[in-house]
């Protein structure tokens, strides 16, 4: 049986919140977001535990070849989130890894990390005190459309790594995705593009009222961990002005697979799922 929520039906956010939002933003809230609101997603040990799973998205991202690139060598996993990534380059064969990010939410698989003994090392802080030329492979897994200032982290990404090591970047959905706006669990997914027809203000006012936030927010930047507005073109753009890089691989996957979408320039940026680098340090 399908249940039609009528407007009263939706409760996000406190009334005094609700008040704040004009007659366009409330429309907004009543028929573009999820109904009752979801919860977020709770951070635990187990959900780092299975590094069965983390190692098969990186095969999923890179490909198995990935782990002839790691065995051995020094790595680095910057923007990594909750380390689950970091665990699994450890397990397959990483000489040691370490894991970095500005937002330290790590703290269970750094305890995992210890519990097996795994040469890995998490810091929660930026690339700055970080020697030159530290690593064999670097990679960003997911991370390149949060970056508040993208082309800043690929020329530190540069400065890393060693000559003729790797740079592995992997980030989707860019900006003009379906879903690029990394709203899972506030905007409903059968409103695809709607952030690029709705304004911003709309969109991150609403998104602050959902989640009972006590300030407003404005940009999509203000979103937990950040969001750059990440193009397709744009990342090629930042690729190509970065010094000392050779790229040895640039792939757009097309939404679904269908790879003759992401071959077409402009139609591309609307029907990319992911993009995909391989740099070498020259």
């Given at each position: ?150 082309e800043q982290v690929l020329a530190e990404m540069t400065r890393l790594i060693r000559p003729g090591g790797r740079l592995m970047i992997k980030f989707g959905p860019p900006w003009r995705n379906p879903w690029g706006r990394h709203m899972g669990g506030t905007v409903r997914r059968d409103r695809p593009w709607i952030h690029l027809v709705v304004p911003e203000r709309t969109v991150m006012r609403v998104q602050s009222v959902y989640h009972n936030e006590p300030v407003l927010k404005e940009r999509y930047a203000d979103l937990p961990g950040g969001l750059n507005k990440m193009t397709v073109g ?49």
């Amino acid at each position: 049986m399908t249940v039609i929520l009528q407007p009263k039906d939706i409760d996000p956010g406190t009334s005094s919140q609700k008040s704040c939002l004009t007659f366009g933003e409330r429309l907004f809230l009543k028929t573009c977001c999820y109904n009752p609101p979801r919860p977020r997603r709770v951070r635990t040990l187990e959900g780092v535990q299975d590094t069965d799973h983390f190692a098969a998205e990186y095969e999923h991202s890179y490909g198995p070849q990935v782990w002839d690139v790691i065995r051995g060598k020094e790595v680095l996993d910057l923007g990594c989130g909750e380390g689950g990534h970091v665990l699994a380059l450890a397990a397959r064969g990483a000489g040691h890894v370490t894991g970095l990010d500005t937002l330290p939410e790590f703290q269970n698989a750094e305890e995992e990390g210890r519990r097996r003994d795994y040469p890995v090392t998490f810091i929660g802080a930026g690339t700055e005190s970080l020697p030159d030329a530290s690593y064999d492979v670097i990679f960003s897994h997911d991370s390149f459309e949060h970056f508040a200032q993208p082309e800043q982290v690929l020329a530190e990404m540069t400065r890393l790594i060693r000559p003729g090591g790797r740079l592995m970047i992997k980030f989707g959905p860019p900006w003009r995705n379906p879903w690029g706006r990394h709203m899972g669990g506030t905007v409903r997914r059968d409103r695809p593009w709607i952030h690029l027809v709705v304004p911003e203000r709309t969109v991150m006012r609403v998104q602050s009222v959902y989640h009972n936030e006590p300030v407003l927010k404005e940009r999509y930047a203000d979103l937990p961990g950040g969001l750059n507005k990440m193009t397709v073109g744009r990342f090629q753009r930042l690729l190509k002005n970065q010094d000392g890089i050779r790229i040895e691989q640039f792939y757009v996957k097309g939404l679904y697979g269908i790879q003759a979408l992401a071959g077409i320039p402009v139609v591309r940026e609307f029907f990319a799922s992911s993009v995909r680098v391989v740099a070498v340090r020259i």
